[in-house]
């Protein structure tokens, strides 16, 4: 199911020349319609019972959870505004953009700091004091975020030099313009190379190919948007992702919990962690993070 995804995201042909769409040259089509079918059949079952339970209930408590919150969204005269078509769009939604790019981040940040053992050891201790070291009973909340620039910056910096993918999504300019003196053409296809832009000495000038997470403390950041475009992660604009806030909170919280209950190494059989990328289209690791993971806490906690 998770190599099905991935090729969701990877280019197609019909990207660059939209006309070749109804012919699939490349099976763009038929792979992404089969990776749909895994999908819906694997979640749709769970969010209609979930949506038939909530029916029944003559009273309903509190949201939890994203579910709960669009089954009781209510338009102006009380009806539900969300039909179950819409409900089930809105979560696989959520569900594709929600997988690859926490995952991919938090891969490649702690393949970062374990050749950096100083820079784990400075995010663990950031962890324990903002959240606590007590054998685990409290982990790291969304609230604790905003404290935790050096792990914010981590993070930062796994997504400037480790992009999910090559390009940005196409867009079309709507008026022809000038940027860096090149000329663009109204109707003109735009690709925003995001390995390029995270590398620019120009906006990155101390060494921009080395992780440094220090160079992005002195903004202070709590999320892992970038109005500028000094790198992309949500996009910016009003097409920017609207999700950049739920982004940021899952990579950060599953960045820090893995630091907070565990003591990561490299193993011994090995010098580094490798910290080559696919060449695919899709910029994985083309090796699978391997490491030691110690338990910081009593076994309880991971029940």
């Not at 940040?109 to 400075?122: D, G, T, V, Y």
């Not at 000094?230 to 990579?251: A, D, E, K, P």
């Not at 010098?271 to 289209?281: F, P, Q, R, T, V």
Request: aromatic content about 8%; glycine content about 6%; proline content about 7%.
């Amino acid at each position: 199911m998770f190599t099905l995804l991935t090729h969701i995201f990877a280019y197609s042909i019909s990207d660059i020349f939209p006309w070749l769409r109804w012919f699939d040259l490349d099976g763009h089509q038929r792979i992404v319609g089969k990776a749909m079918k895994v999908i819906n059949e694997y979640q749709d079952s769970l969010v209609k019972k979930r949506m038939k339970e909530y029916k029944k209930k003559q009273e309903h408590k509190p949201p939890t959870d994203i579910l709960d919150i669009l089954m009781s969204l209510k338009d102006s005269d009380g009806k539900p505004l969300l039909s179950e078509e819409e409900i089930l769009a809105q979560v696989t939604e959520i569900f594709l953009a929600g997988i690859d790019n926490p995952f991919n981040t938090v891969e490649w940040a702690l393949s970062e700091m374990l050749n950096h053992p100083e820079m784990l050891q400075k995010a663990t201790e950031e962890i324990d004091k903002v959240v606590g070291n007590d054998n685990g009973t409290l982990l790291l909340q969304e609230s604790h975020i905003p404290r935790l620039p050096y792990l914010v910056a981590c993070a930062r910096e796994a997504i400037r030099l480790h992009p999910i993918i090559p390009f940005n999504v196409p867009h079309s300019s709507t008026e022809e313009c000038t940027v860096a003196g090149y000329f663009i053409p109204k109707g003109s296809h735009i690709l925003l190379s995001r390995l390029s832009l995270g590398t620019n000495p120009t906006a990155w000038p101390d060494e921009p190919s080395r992780f440094n997470p220090d160079r992005h403390l002195p903004e202070n950041r709590s999320d892992l948007g970038e109005t500028n475009l000094r790198f992309i992660s949500f996009t910016t604009g009003r097409r920017g992702c609207i999700g950049g806030v739920l982004g940021t909170n899952m990579t950060i919280m599953l960045l820090g919990r893995l630091l907070q209950c565990f003591t990561w190494k490299i193993p011994k059989a090995m010098e580094n962690i490798d910290l080559k990328s696919k060449d695919d289209g899709i910029l994985f690791k083309a090796t699978p993070l391997f490491a030691h993971a110690k338990p910081r806490f009593i076994p309880s906690i991971y029940v």
